[in-house]
């Protein structure tokens, strides 16, 4: 049954509360509607998995080039990136971007990568108590990704989660934790820049690669700083949020510790459900192009909406149980965390690289994870833990 009666709603997903506890506002929001007006940013959202699964393989109808977040003068300032971008110009960069990023690619430094994450185990389980976020989830995507990319080691790397969380949260909201980044986010666009200019970038690196491409003519000069910021944020906030969830998941749930020791065949679905249970990204949104049925509703040309893809993973119409963190669940690699489609999260297979390595190194070593009470971060679009203590039982 079509309807152009669509609930309204005064649910903001950007307070501090819906920030720090977004479940019980996402529930609300699916029990209202399969597409729901939020009066409050003049925008539309899809908070169930069907709608927005259906939005994201529908990328002629919703588009990414006239940007992905809330605030439109923000998204102005975003095109040129594989993220913010429509085909053919998307087909184009993404390929630059993921041709270093394909499971056949990383290949070749899963090695390097291996051996980190046994290092940082090892030194971790010496420490005693550390925190998850900033002595594990940090650590590990700070090593490994400036070197891959070829940021010079004297400039650049101490500022890189602060860019990072700056540019995400200029997804959301015009608010404060957005206004507070426009500093940051001017000092990376010239770092950007400057990496942008051949021979500041180690010779042989992805991003001296794209900057190659540049001086070949296969992309204008003008787009590099974008492009070398998409191998940047992705790489960073929702790594870490991810890493840092899977801590805090197994020393809550000690069982899943257990069986994924008893059967450690099971760490690729399990990584799929640390991704599905607490998803770092929130959600990005759509601009749609020409009148469009989702849900049953009827939506108008020009309509931005609001794809929240933490609430399609905790969707009851589409999991059973889905509240439930269980690394045995057999559609587990469904979730929407990385997104799908044409933009599917470009980093993934990086992504699922760190975290493979660190859930090897520690079913080889820690027999038990012992957690306290995590801190949640204030962000607008990354979902994560602030601060977590957590020791690790050899």
Known sequence: MLSTQIPESD?????????????????????????????????????RYQEVY??????????????VGVTEQLNKAQHGSSLTSDPPYHDLVRGLVARHLTPKALREVQGYVADWA????????????????????????????????????????????????????????????????FPLLKEMGEFLYRMSVPGNLRPGSWGAQLVA???????ANELLPALLGDFLAPSMDTSVSALSSMLWLFGEHPGQWDLLKAEPSLAGNAFNEIVRRESPLRGFTRLLTRDRVLGGAELKAGSRMLLLYGSANRDERHWDDPETFDITRPDAAEHL????????????????????????????????????????????????I?????????
Not at 34 to 43: A, F, H, N, S
Not at 54 to 67: Q, R
Not at 213 to 219: H, R, V, Y
């Open 118 to 181: 046994n290092r940082l185990v090892d030194e971790l389980i010496e420490r005693g108590e550390f925190d998850a976020v900033t002595d594990f989830g940090q650590a590990f995507p700070l090593a490994i990704v400036p070197d891959l990319l070829g940021w010079p080691v004297e400039e650049g790397r101490e500022r890189l989660l602060d860019w990072a969380a700056a540019g995400f949260n200029a997804f959301g909201p015009l608010n404060e934790r957005t206004v507070a980044g």
């Open 213 to 219: 491409d540049a001086q070949a003519g296969k992309i």
């Open 386 to 394: 602030e601060t977590l203590p957590v020791v690790l039982h050899a």
């Open 11 to 47: 649910i903001d997903p950007y307070t501090d509360e819906s920030i720090l506890n977004p479940y019980d506002a996402y529930r609300a929001l699916r029990d209202l509607g399969p597409v729901v007006r939020l009066d409050q940013y003049g925008v539309w959202a899809a908070a």
């Open 54 to 67: 259906e939005a994201l393989h529908d990328h002629e109808s919703f588009i990414s080039g006239e940007g």
């Open 337 to 384: 965390g990385f997104g799908h489609g044409i933009h599917g999260c470009v980093g993934q297979a990086l992504s699922r690289l760190e975290g493979k390595s660190l859930m090897d190194a520690l079913l080889r070593k820690v027999r038990r994870i012992e957690v306290g009470v995590p801190t949640w971060r204030l962000h607008n679009t990354i979902r994560g």
